[in-house]
């Protein structure tokens, strides 16, 4: 069973607005990732963390930005939001792969995030 | 770049009828993932394979890495199993993932 937290689950806001979404794992995994997925459409990469204060962009640019100050937690921020970042957000973690391990990634439920 | 397709993008079946979704990669990867979206938007890993076979329950998933192919099977479908199946690949060296566009599944009883 997965242990990995997305908040809020749906967020609702108005252009301009400066947003936090929230990812915790307690899995104790050094990898974590940040999708953006529109609907009906494939996810994408919009940043990774290999460990603590390491943050790098994804394929797809964002003007999004993200920290990792602690190993479970891994929040992306909006500073001003804008009705083209309407989509909604997963979050992952991963293990490196090893005896015994594997790289699957397990996903967060999601934020979906509508500015108006 | 590693390129990932899906086909078919969209699939109904009847309740019972044995289903296959296929995956076709540009480049040499290090691992395939399966993925499992329910309507909700919660995604979880159903197989990351290498080489070869594995089964799970009614789930089978198939890798041939010479035709850079990739085959989901469920047998014995049901309406429960209705959700966007995703294919995804790890390329040689990184553990970022490209993925398909997805497959929706209906399962109709």
């Known amino acids: 069973e997965a242990d990995i937290y997305q908040t809020p689950r749906y967020l609702v806001i108005g252009t301009g607005k400066k947003i936090t979404l929230e990812c915790s794992q307690t899995?104790?995994?050094?990898?974590m990732y940040w999708y953006q997925q529109d609907p009906g459409m494939e996810l994408h990469l919009i940043h990774y963390?290999?460990?603590?204060?390491?943050?790098e962009k994804g394929d797809l640019s964002s003007e999004s930005t993200v920290s990792r100050i602690r190993t479970e937690h891994f929040p992306l921020t909006l500073e001003s939001a804008r009705p083209s970042h309407t989509s909604q957000y997963l979050c992952?973690?991963?293990?490196?792969?090893?005896?015994?391990?594997?790289?699957?990634?397990?996903f967060g439920p999601g934020t979906r995030l509508t500015v108006l | 770049k590693n390129e990932v397709e899906q086909s078919p993008q969209n699939l109904t079946a009847q309740e019972g009828e044995f289903i296959t979704i296929n995956c076709s990669y540009s480049?040499?990867?290090?691992?395939l993932h399966w993925l499992q979206q329910h309507p909700g938007g919660g995604i979880v890993s159903l197989f990351m394979l290498s080489s070869g076979k594995k089964k799970h329950g009614r789930l089978i998933a198939t890798i041939n890495i010479q035709e850079k192919h990739s085959s989901l099977h469920i047998t014995a479908s049901h309406p429960r199993d209705s959700a966007v199946y995703i294919c995804a690949a790890s390329g040689a060296g990184s553990y970022q993932l490209t993925f398909g566009k997805g497959t929706k599944l209906s399962v109709i009883p």
């Open positions: 899995m104790g995994h050094d990898k």
């Open positions: 992952a973690s991963s293990e490196p792969p090893g005896p015994g391990t594997t790289d699957t990634q397990y």
């Open positions: 480049v040499g990867i290090s691992a």
């Open positions: 963390s290999y460990g603590v204060n390491s943050t």
